[in-house]
T-cell receptor, first 116, second 111 residues
Framework: GAVVSQHPSRVICKSGTSVKIECRSLDFQATTMFWYRQFPKKSLMLMAT?????????EQGVEKDKFLINHASLTLSTLTVTSAHPEDSSFYIC????????????FGEGSRLTVL | DQQVKQNSPSLSVQEGRISILNCDYTNSMFDYFLWYKKYPAEGPTFLIS?????DKNEDGRFTVFLNKSAKHLSLHIVPSQPGDSAVYFCAAGKAGNQFYFGTGTSLTVIP
């Protein structure tokens, strides 16, 4: 089946630095990718919807200048956490949808970010 | 109101046998369902997913079954191994929206 790969799976960084997380669709073209953040014991919150070739649509309360999303190709979307703070420490997961609005959604394995 | 429920907080299974973890949801609009595995002191790891257009998805020893009419999904692990001992969370949601987690089931596989 289709595979969505996230890299890195775990990253530790110092406060104030920027971290980039990649989400790749390995065997299909994804026109739409979603980025989620999971808080301890809470739900998986949608952060933004990323469409290839256009600007991402951010959910209310998500700082677009802090969480930069780029979807430059049909197989790659990146999430960059800029000037990371300890409160940004979380589990980030992406999902990718095949071409067309009715395409099946596939989930990445997630990236664990720890900001010291 | 809990939209996703895992009614069994714990489960013990003998090594080699089948582990069955259950999950119920309330919103019939949910169209994607996920299972996560979490070891102590670590973040959750995505395990397997299923969309509402399917009733079964298999990945190696892990199979997820979806019963839309009953709003119920289950994760089967066959054969169970000691390394499978962890807390398993199910999550449900609609594509492009928030996903809701259950409270988890702690699985212990006894050697």
């Amino acid at each position: 089946g289709a595979v969505v790969s996230q890299h890195p799976s775990r990253v530790i960084c110092k406060s104030g630095t920027s971290v980039k997380i990649e989400c790749r669709s390995l065997d299909f073209q994804a026109t739409t990718m979603f980025w989620y953040r999971q808080f301890p014991k809470k739900s998986l919150m949608l952060m933004a919807t990323s469409n290839e070739g256009s600007k991402a649509t951010y959910e209310q309360g998500v700082e677009k200048d802090k969480f930069l999303i780029n979807h430059a190709s049909l197989t790659l979307s990146t999430l960059t956490v800029t000037s990371a703070h300890p409160e940004d420490s979380s589990f980030y997961i992406c999902s990718a949808r095949e071409r067309g609005n009715t395409g099946e959604l596939f989930f990445g394995e997630g990236s664990r970010l720890t900001v010291l | 109101d809990q939209q996703v429920k895992q009614n069994s907080p714990s489960l013990s299974v003998q090594e080699g046998r089948i582990s069955i973890l259950n999950c119920d949801y309330t919103n019939s609009m949910f169209d994607y369902f996920l299972w996560y595995k979490k070891y102590p002191a670590e973040g959750p790891t995505f395990l397997i997913s299923i969309s509402s257009i399917k009733d079964k998805n298999e990945d190696g020893r892990f199979t997820v079954f979806l019963n839309k009419s009953a709003k119920h999904l289950s994760l089967h692990i066959v054969p169970s191994q000691p390394g499978d001992s962890a807390v398993y969370f199910c999550a449900a949601g609609k594509a492009g929206n928030q996903f809701y987690f259950g409270t988890g089931t702690s699985l212990t596989v006894i050697p």
